[in-house]
């Protein structure tokens, strides 16, 4: 469905905001004026809801895709029970957690 041009015109006032706030050095979201509302899985959703493959995956942050329900689930049950959400270069449980899982699967 081809965007009448009314609601291109509308796209690009509103992608302008992008264009004058954020960095130059982002070349290749000029290159298809698409403001993305959702993801699941390796899909992007715009706006109007039209589907887009994430080609960059969350530039390799996303192995699992966008909201994992496992992974979003362990995040919720985190975040519900009020655990340390930032603890810079202190020692804390999740940290000691998340060093004793890479150290044992290091020598599996």
């Known amino acids: 469905m081809k965007p009448t041009l009314s609601q291109f015109r509308w796209r690009m006032k ?11 050095v982002r070349s290749y979201c000029r290159s298809f004026p698409v403001v993305f509302d959702r993801a699941k899985g390796d899909l992007l959703y715009s706006e ?3 589907a887009y493959i994430d080609f960059f995956a969350g530039a390799g942050a996303l192995n699992y895709g966008h909201n994992n329900d496992y992974i979003k689930g362990r995040v919720l049950d985190y975040l519900t029970s009020d655990r340390i959400m930032h603890g810079l270069d202190m020692y804390t449980m999740a940290t000691e957690h998340s060093l ?3 150290q044992h699967h290091r020598h599996i």
């Open 48 to 50: 109007d809801g039209r």
């Open 14 to 24: 509103r992608v302008s905001i992008f264009e004058k706030l954020e960095s130059n």
């Open 100 to 102: 004793s899982l890479m």
